[in-house]
C-alpha cells in the first residue's frame, strides 16, 4: 500500500507541469475598443473558447483544431456561424498558446481581411459539431459561412458584416444577411 501511494505522489508531481501546459486561460484588453477576451486554450481537446465582451461587437467562439472548424454566436445578429477554418491562414493552436503566454502578440502573422459571407440554409443538426458548438449555439439559428477567395469581388454591403478578432494577429469579417432576421 505504502509502494502505490508513493507511486501515485510521485505521478501527480511529474504529470503536473505537463497538464499545466494543456490548459491556458487568460483575459486580453482590447486595442482601440471598449471591452476584454477572455481566452481559455485546451491543447488536450484541441479547442480555444473565446469570450469577446466588446460592448459594440460581442461574440463568443469556439476553435476546434481537430475538426477545423470556427463556431461564433454573434449576439447583435442572434445568431450562429460555422466556419471551416484553412490551416494555412489561421494560427496554429500552439501559436495562440505562446502568445498567451509571452503577451508579445506583434510577432504572429495577421490574418486581417479573411472574409466569409453567410450561406442561406440553417445547420439542422448540432449535435454532429460536438457538445461545444450545440450549447453554444442553442436556441439561436446557426448558419455555415463560405470563406471569400480573395480577388474575388462580390458585391457585399458593408453594413451586414460583423467583425471578429481574437488578440491582435487575428481579425476576419463574417458578412451576408442572415435569413428571417
Not at 499545466?20 to 482601440?32: E, R, T, V, W
Not at 475538426?67 to 501559436?95: E, G, H, Q
Not at 472574409?115 to 448540432?126: E, I
Not at 481574437?166 to 432576421?181: D, K, N, W
Request: aromatic share 8%; hydrophobic share 40%; with cysteine.
Amino acid at each position: 500500500m505504502k509502494q502505490f501511494t508513493m507511486s501515485s505522489i510521485l505521478m501527480v508531481i511529474l504529470l503536473s507541469p505537463s497538464l499545466a501546459l494543456m490548459n491556458i486561460s487568460d483575459n486580453h484588453p482590447l486595442d482601440g475598443s471598449v471591452g476584454t477576451q477572455i481566452i481559455h486554450v485546451n491543447a488536450f481537446r484541441g479547442m480555444v473558447s473565446i469570450r469577446d465582451n466588446n460592448v459594440l461587437s460581442e461574440w463568443d467562439g469556439s476553435l476546434n483544431y481537430k475538426n477545423a472548424l470556427l463556431a461564433a454566436k454573434l449576439f447583435s445578429k442572434m445568431a450562429c456561424v460555422l466556419v471551416k477554418m484553412d490551416p494555412t491562414l489561421f494560427p496554429t493552436l500552439d501559436d495562440i498558446r505562446k502568445a498567451l503566454g509571452q503577451q508579445d502578440l506583434k510577432q504572429y502573422p495577421s490574418t486581417h481581411g479573411l472574409t466569409y459571407t453567410v450561406l442561406p440554409s440553417r445547420v439542422k443538426n448540432l449535435v454532429q459539431y460536438g457538445v461545444t458548438i450545440k450549447d453554444m449555439c442553442r436556441d439561436v439559428p446557426t448558419y455555415f459561412a463560405h470563406q471569400q477567395k480573395k480577388g474575388t469581388a462580390l458585391a457585399i454591403d458593408p453594413d451586414s458584416c460583423f467583425e471578429l478578432q481574437l488578440l491582435s494577429f487575428m481579425g476576419l469579417s463574417i458578412c451576408g444577411e442572415i435569413p428571417g432576421l
